[in-house]
């Protein structure tokens, strides 16, 4: 039979009407039972616990806690004085049984642990407020939510699955704002803001995080990067962490859903990026339909691996996060002339290698602004459509087209686009270096304005390899603002040499106008191996390739010869000559 019971006493000493022993009594009986606040007519109903409240796992029936609109539901933590030795310690309230509520209570001030910490199965945490009370006043946690399966193999069944946390308000607590460790755990429409970690730390298998607002986790900033900053952010003790972490060995989860209008979550202003998917056990991460913008730290909006920009590979067959899966190879908006609405309006044109379907996001000003290429999507444009094969061959898979109509997307001048690309399994790769939008006459991805606004010396507009060394002017300008920022490891695409040393870029690094240490000599250094002889000395046709036969000495080698002279101070380079006898060169 159920049973509901009030809550009167705004104390934790047993007595009668205290929350303590009603939950005792609660558990002791059978039923859906249900505990309510009573109003206290103060708007505020507080308690300083002296220890946690617990609903055990030997429970007769299921509880539901419940506060009330009218009034402040206030559990305060701050006389514990134990626990704090493992992230599931100490928490206000610690569910260990399956199928209970708490529902509209502020929990707060507990610096030792979490606000409420759950362990057992198919319990409901909604509309709570956790390091923050109704009234807006903060109420520091160390954690905020706590989803665990630290039980499982102590007690049979209790493994923290199919939980729910919906529509909570979990806010500037000094660690995680929600930690889960357990499968199946439901994340939506919860706002976690200011924490000092991650907004998000998951790892579990068939979960799903969606519609939250995940916002100023980590820290503050040490400077103001955007100015739409938000003061939500923790100014004292936070440690640093993304907007959400997913853990190695997480799988089959969704972050986001199918629609951008319901499901997405906004990611924004995270000390340590958007979403970092970490680990190579990890898979399975569909990543759709977000806004993933305008965080700090971390240059990338989605970064597989924990370990910054993942490069693409021809065959795609990497292990690791999300399979390393490619992302787009390029993206290009071009202006239809003359526009049937007279305005500017552009379509997007694309090429692939990998991947089964892509979304297409507009970049936020201010991360074009900041050069924060890879930082993500602001705003959901649409789908792209495959426009066909482009090209095939024995040794690469299909290149696939696809494009964006301008009914589609509404591109405006001066806003950058970017894409993720999904495989048919459900993983997701990175985002794709924005582009900028505008018009691009020869296009080389570096709009007509940079190339020509620029008052130092700049790429050409109207000619795609402005030095002509074979690397296009978007290939070397990586950041595509028409300069040369060697301070990025840039090649120069308006000098076909750019360190001077008599060996084009092209050849320095065999096409990729990117410097790979052990196979390219450096196109930013003239001396690669540091020897005393600059690499077109060493390659003296120039053509990136080492050699012998045509006495040239290895620009990767200080000593080609080994005879322990650096080739620079060595009379005859290529031939081993340890007592550097003239009479030896002549073999």
């Known amino acids: 039979m159920a049973t509901e019971y009030f809550a009167v006493n705004q104390t934790d000493d047993n007595s009668n009407g205290d929350i303590r022993p009603i939950l005792e009594d609660a558990c002791n009986r059978s039923g859906n039972d249900t505990i309510t606040f009573l ?3 103060t708007g505020e109903f507080k308690i300083k616990l002296t220890s946690p409240l617990v609903i055990p796992e030997d429970c007769n029936g299921t509880i539901a806690v419940k506060g009330i609109e009218e009034t402040d539901i206030v559990l305060d933590g701050s006389k514990f004085t134990e626990g704090g030795d493992r992230i599931s310690d100490s928490c206000i309230i610690n569910i260990y049984s399956d199928n209970n509520a708490i529902s509209q209570i502020s929990l707060i001030n507990n610096n030792l642990g979490a606000g409420i910490c759950v362990f057992g199965k198919n319990n409901s945490v909604a509309a709570n407020r956790i390091g923050v009370t109704l009234s807006g006043s903060n109420g520091t946690n160390r954690y905020g939510l706590i989803i665990s399966n630290i039980f499982k193999d102590t007690y049979n069944g209790m493994d923290g699955s199919s939980n729910s946390a919906s529509d ?3 806010q500037e607590n000094t660690s995680y704002g929600i930690y889960v460790i357990a499968d199946t755990a439901n994340l939506v429409s919860n706002q976690i803001i200011g924490n000092g ?3 998000i730390w998951f790892s579990g298998s068939d979960g799903i995080i969606s519609s939250n607002e995940i916002l100023a986790n980590g ?4 400077d103001t990067l955007f100015s739409s900053q938000t003061d ?5 003790g936070g440690i640093g962490g993304a907007g959400i972490y997913v853990a190695d060995g997480s799988k089959n989860t969704t972050i986001g859903g199918e629609t951008f209008e319901a499901d997405k979550n906004t990611i924004e202003y995270n000390e340590n990026g958007g979403i970092v998917v970490a680990g190579d056990a990890t898979k399975k991460i569909n990543i759709s339909h977000n806004t993933i913008s305008r965080n700090y730290g971390s240059t990338l909006g989605l970064d597989l691996g924990d370990d910054d920009v993942t490069a693409n590979d021809t065959d795609d067959q990497d292990s690791g996060a999300n399979k390393l899966l490619n992302h787009a190879d390029y993206i290009q908006a071009f202006p239809l002339v003359p526009s049937p609405s007279g305005d500017d309006r552009y379509w997007a044109w694309g090429v692939a290698i990998t991947g089964s379907d892509f979304e297409v996001y507009s970049v936020s000003e201010e991360d074009m602004d900041r050069d924060n290429l890879f930082a993500g999507g602001e705003r959901y444009l649409a789908d792209a459509d495959f426009g066909g094969i482009l090209m095939h061959s024995l040794f690469v898979q299909d290149i696939h087209t696809f494009s964006l109509t301008p009914e589609e997307n509404a591109l405006q001048a001066g806003e950058g686009i970017t894409l993720l690309t999904h495989d048919s399994t459900g993983n997701t790769s990175e985002f794709l270096m924005a582009a900028a939008v505008g018009e691009d006459s020869d296009l080389d991805g570096v709009l007509d304005d940079t190339e020509n606004g620029i008052s130092q010396d700049s790429s050409e507009a109207d000619n795609s390899d402005s ?12 950041n595509h603002n028409g300069i040369w920022d060697e301070s990025q490891s840039e090649t120069c695409a308006y000098k076909a040499d750019s360190d001077d040393d008599g060996q084009p870029d092209w050849y320095e690094t065999h096409g990729k106008a990117t410097y790979t240490s052990g196979t390219d000599t450096d196109p930013l250094d003239p001396d690669t191996d540091n020897d005393g002889l600059s690499d077109g000395a060493e390659d003296n046709n120039h053509n990136g390739i080492y050699e012998i036969y045509l006495g040239e000495t290895n620009p990767l080698i200080q000593d080609t010869d080994a005879d322990g002279h650096l080739d620079g101070s060595d009379n005859c380079p290529s031939v081993y000559n340890p007592g550097q006898e003239a009479w030896y060169c002549t073999f």
Do not use: K, W
């Open 467 to 478: 030095d002509g060394d074979s690397l296009s002017d978007g290939t070397e300008d990586i």
């Open 232 to 236: 939500d952010c923790l100014s004292s």
């Open 197 to 199: 970690a991650d907004g």
């Open 219 to 222: 820290g503050c900033p040490s």
């Open 39 to 41: 109003d206290s007519g």
């Open 168 to 170: 909570n308000l979990i």
